[in-house]
Nanobody
Framework: QVQLVESGGGSVQAGGSLTLSCAAS?????????MGWFRQAPGKEREGVATISSNSGTAYADSVKGRFNISQDNAKNTLYLQMNSLKPEDTATYYC?????????????????WGQGTQVTVSS
């Protein structure tokens, strides 16, 4: 079982930055876990933002490449999403998610563990 708790959301003006955190508790069984950030804007489907595999391989959605950076601190069991040059279209509820494989995929249904979400609002 993996429990995820996000924090760090808030309101920011366009061009600003925010860093999201996701504290993960995991049983010792899950030694290799893929972590990801997803987001859902009002009226839209949930979409992948960034993923990081247990060997630190990363992947990003085209819409955030060059602006967002995903990282993890294994000692703290914490996942981060550094978001720079934020745009109004980045406004959404951001979720962290986990799957118990070392590799990552984009399919939302492939992630059994989800946090409660944190709101990010970017004003123009």
């Amino acid at each position: 079982q993996v429990q995820l708790v996000e924090s760090g959301g808030g309101s920011v003006q366009a061009g600003g930055s925010l860093t999201l955190s996701c504290a993960a508790s995991r049983s010792s069984y899950y030694s290799n876990v893929c972590m990801g950030w997803f987001r859902q804007a009002p009226g839209k489907e949930r979409e992948g933002v960034a993923t990081i595999s247990s060997n630190s391989g990363t992947a990003y959605a085209d819409s955030v490449k060059g602006r967002f950076n995903i990282s993890q601190d294994n000692a703290k069991n914490t996942l981060y999403l550094q978001m720079n040059s934020l745009k109004p279209e980045d406004t959404a509820t951001y979720y962290c998610a986990a799957r118990s494989t070392w590799w990552c995929v984009w399919g939302i249904v492939e992630y059994p563990y989800w946090g409660q979400g944190t709101q990010v609002t970017v004003s123009s």
